[in-house]
């Protein structure tokens, strides 16, 4: 992976932290956050909307059923943590602060 790549990874992971923590109930489907993303110059396929979704889960900053057939995702209070720039994480883009 080119250091371009991973870091547009880490930028699409906060955008997607981002997001869901500043919508209602933390919570939003993954269409959504494909425009989202794309609104954001970071243009993403569905594929790489779910991986994201998935490894964020993994790491416990998400929750979904993966086995419904439209995916609602929730960001925990983890994922909210990152998205705020209280903790973080390295496989994150950390914010930058609001000035």
Request: net charge positive; hydrophobic share 40%; no cysteine.
């Amino acid at each position: 992976m080119t250091d371009y790549a991973k870091t547009v990874r880490l930028h699409r992971r906060l955008a997607i932290l981002r997001h869901l923590e500043a919508i209602p109930e933390y919570t939003g489907n993954a269409a959504i956050l494909q425009d989202v993303l794309r609104g954001l110059g970071l243009p993403s396929s569905r594929d790489q909307v779910i991986t994201e979704l998935a490894w964020l889960k993994e790491q416990g900053f998400v929750t979904y059923n993966a086995e419904a057939d439209f995916l609602v995702v929730t960001a925990t209070a983890r994922g909210v943590d990152i998205a705020r720039g209280v903790a973080t994480h390295p496989e994150i883009q950390r914010p930058s602060p609001k000035a």
